[in-house]
């Protein structure tokens, strides 16, 4: 029995525990429902219109990704600088992840500017769609990318004072600026998909739209909050006053973040390239990928949000030194979130016959969607545990690591798996599907030993001036 004990935390803990993830699970709960709406309206309009946004969205993955991974470095040191009380330190990151998440939102707007039909004619010109017409799935596409190129700055924004306020325990703000854009987001998509209420009928065009506005709206809910609790949040008391971050910060920032900013836009590249090479077996499969993997996020929240709670805690007992407090933190929360998911998986399995219904596409597309979604969802308590190992190793700042247990692994696993099965066997999609879902069991073993070693739970702003 006391073997189990180091696994279960008291009430106190799993009090803190809910009381950290509940807003972002309703957040993020909230976020995906009405993503899976907007898949529901988009996907009313026909395969072509569908698929032509879901091969958008893969490329705008990976610009919020990259996003992600940008800021990764700083918030590892904002959430030690909170541990400690240091509300300089809390500033001088928030600058930093500003200045990078300006870069790399103007470096993608640019990439998806000049190259983006270039960028989804890899998904549309394959043997599999060989005799079809794909020229209206490309200009669904491109209709939509114009219109959500728009909705990156604000994004990234959201993202960099969303970040910050997670990092120093804050998630019911973030929660009610998403709730309040996503429930606008729904409201417009309905408004402008299908031309209600006197505006045109804009189709794809409208869902891109009502995103960007939702964003903007989400932006400037976040960022008011944020400066009018300046004495709850001290931080943000003159943080424009200059854009200066310390030398020594930045060198340190960029050391240990580099290699997560590298690891995010190489995994969700890795990601984007084996379902570039699902959609060589034609567009029926890039539409039934795109209601399993919408339907997937959304039964997937809990797993996202533990990811934040390993960051978040973890991250603030190592920021005051407390190690060994880290390491059982961390244990009780990985295990937590297995066995939780566990749970989760088998839900996902008794709906995955149910919500292909919901689409108004062809009956192969929904059998091959339900199949797709049965083998994610058995193979979903091996992902959260890999995810929050992720954020643990990545929490004690060993990042050079981490970019070897994700994206390395990614492009020498799956990528390469999905290339040589879908291209150069007969195998089918569903058996393809299952091999590279699985694939993961290995990097599963690969963290769990890299976890019990300890080697990871490391203090990144001790020395600062070092």
């Known amino acids: 029995m006391s073997k ?9 803990f799993y009090r803190m525990l809910i009381l950290l993830v509940v807003p972002m699970i309703i957040q993020q709960g909230i976020t995906n429902f009405v993503s ?59 600058r930093f992840k500003l200045l990078c998440g300006v870069g790399v939102t103007a470096a993608a707007v640019a990439v998806l500017l000049f190259f983006g039909e270039n960028l989804v004619a890899l998904f549309l010109n394959n043997e599999a769609n060989v005799g079809m017409d794909t020229s209206v799935t490309m200009g669904h596409a491109l209709s939509y ?25 804050e998630t019911k703000a973030p929660m009610v600026a998403s709730v309040i854009a996503v429930f606008l987001n729904l409201c417009l998509n309905y408004v402008l998909i299908y031309g209600h209420f006197g505006f045109p009928r ?26 009018r609790s300046y004495e709850k949040y001290p931080f ?28 995010e836009i190489l995994w969700s590249i890795g990601s984007t390239a084996v379902n570039q090479s699902y959609s060589t077996r034609g567009l029926a499969v890039v539409a039934a990928t795109n209601i399993a993997t919408t ?23 190592l920021g005051a030194g407390d190690i060994e407090g880290a390491k059982d933190t ?39 969607a339900t199949e797709l979604l049965m083998i994610a969802g058995a193979s979903l308590p091996i992902h959260a545990f890999i995810h929050a190992a992720y954020f643990a190793i990545r929490s004690g700042g060993k990042t050079l690591i981490t970019f070897l247990f994700d994206s390395v ?19 089918g999609i569903i058996t393809i599907y299952f091999i590279i879902q699985f694939s993961d069991v290995v990097k599963l073993g690969i963290g769990a030993a890299m976890l019990k070693s300890g080697f990871w739970a490391n203090n990144v702003i001790e020395h600062r001036n070092a």
């Open 4 to 12: 189990w004990k180091r696994y279960i935390g008291d009430k106190a």
């Open 36 to 94: 899976l709406l907007d898949n529901l309206m988009v996907g009313s309009l026909g395969t072509e219109p569908m698929s032509g946004v879901a091969i958008v969205n893969q490329l705008i993955f990976v610009f919020n990704l990259g996003i992600f991974g940008v800021l990764s470095g700083g918030s590892i040191f904002g959430a030690q600088f909170f541990g400690v009380g240091d509300h300089d330190g809390v500033r001088h990151t928030f």
């Open 145 to 169: 990318l114009k219109m959500i190129l728009w909705g990156l700055p604000p994004f990234m924004i959201v993202q960099v004072y969303g970040g910050t306020l997670r990092e120093m325990g």
């Open 202 to 227: 804009m189709g794809v065009a409208g869902a891109a739209l009502a995103t960007v506005i939702a964003r903007y709206v989400e932006m400037l809910y976040v960022m008011a909050y944020t400066h």
């Open 236 to 263: 943000v008391r003159g943080v424009y006053r200059s854009m200066h971050v310390p030398g020594w910060l930045v060198k340190r920032i960029v050391i240990t973040g580099f290699p997560l900013f590298l690891n």
């Open 295 to 317: 339907a997937w996020q959304l039964f997937c929240v809990i797993m996202f949000a533990m990811g934040s709670a390993v960051s978040i805690l973890v991250g603030q007992r």
């Open 330 to 368: 961390n244990r009780k929360l990985l295990f937590f979130s297995t066995v939780l998911h566990v749970a989760v998986g088998l839900l996902i399995i008794a709906v995955a016959p149910f919500i292909p219904l919901l689409y108004q596409t062809e009956p192969a597309v929904r059998k091959l």
């Open 409 to 427: 692994y990614m492009w020498c696993v799956p990528v390469v798996l999905a290339f040589v099965l879908c291209r150069y066997t007969s195998l």
